[in-house]
């Protein structure tokens, strides 16, 4: 059984490496374009299409979005050695079919191994949910342009509860 993550394993997810602070993508598939080709770049997979078709097939059974503009595009892939996490800020958002039907800002991805000694995959997907609760700290996230600031922003108290 999966014990809850703690908000310092959380900010821990993060990695510069894998910040995106402005999204070049200009729809769903074009986002996911985007992280599977960072992933690819930075060394975490080295198949593109077998991420990119995982993640394709994960949004076909529904979007990932889960409102207030936020998506997690997730899913598990021999491809992924370890839980793998980015974020992607698109600041005029994207239509991303949302059950708010409002366009998505802010995109956090999870790629994971089938077999994951840590079990981190389903904490982190509901710790994206339970941080992102709060309209200040989503806010907050929307207006950083670096990664300091994305992490500052993780850490404030004001806006994480």
């Given at each position: 059984?999966?014990r809850?993550?703690?908000?310092?394993?959380?900010?821990?997810?993060?990695?510069e490496?894998?910040?995106?602070?402005?999204l070049?993508?200009?729809n769903?598939?074009?986002?996911?374009?985007e992280?599977?080709?960072?992933?690819?770049?930075?060394?975490k997979?080295s198949?593109?299409?077998?991420?990119?078709?995982?993640l394709?097939?994960r949004?076909?059974?529904g979007?990932?979005?889960?409102?207030?503009?936020?998506?997690?595009?997730?899913?598990?892939t021999?491809?992924?050695?370890?839980?793998?996490?980015?974020?992607g800020?698109?600041?005029?958002g994207?239509?991303?079919?949302?059950?708010d039907?409002?366009?998505?800002?802010?995109?956090?991805?999870?790629v994971?191994?089938y077999?994951e000694?840590?079990?981190?995959y389903?904490?982190?997907?509901?710790?994206i949910?339970?941080?992102?609760?709060g309209?200040?700290?989503?806010?907050?996230?929307?207006q950083?342009?670096?990664?300091e600031?994305?992490?500052d922003?993780?850490?404030?108290?004001?806006?994480a509860?």
């Amino acid at each position: 059984m999966e014990r809850p993550m703690t908000d310092q394993e959380f900010v821990d997810l993060f990695k510069e490496e894998l910040y995106i602070s402005n999204l070049n993508a200009r729809n769903k598939q074009e986002v996911l374009e985007e992280f599977a080709d960072l992933l690819v770049h930075t060394g975490k997979i080295s198949n593109r299409s077998i991420v990119l078709d995982m993640l394709t097939r994960r949004e076909r059974l529904g979007s990932t979005a889960i409102g207030k503009g936020l998506a997690i595009p997730h899913g598990r892939t021999l491809m992924a050695r370890d839980l793998i996490v980015a974020f992607g800020r698109s600041p005029d958002g994207l239509d991303y079919d949302a059950p708010d039907d409002q366009p998505v800002h802010l995109f956090f991805l999870i790629v994971a191994p089938y077999r994951e000694r840590q079990q981190r995959y389903l904490p982190a997907l509901g710790k994206i949910a339970e941080f992102f609760q709060g309209e200040k700290l989503r806010d907050k996230i929307l207006q950083t342009e670096h990664f300091e600031e994305f992490i500052d922003a993780l850490w404030s108290k004001e806006g994480a509860r």
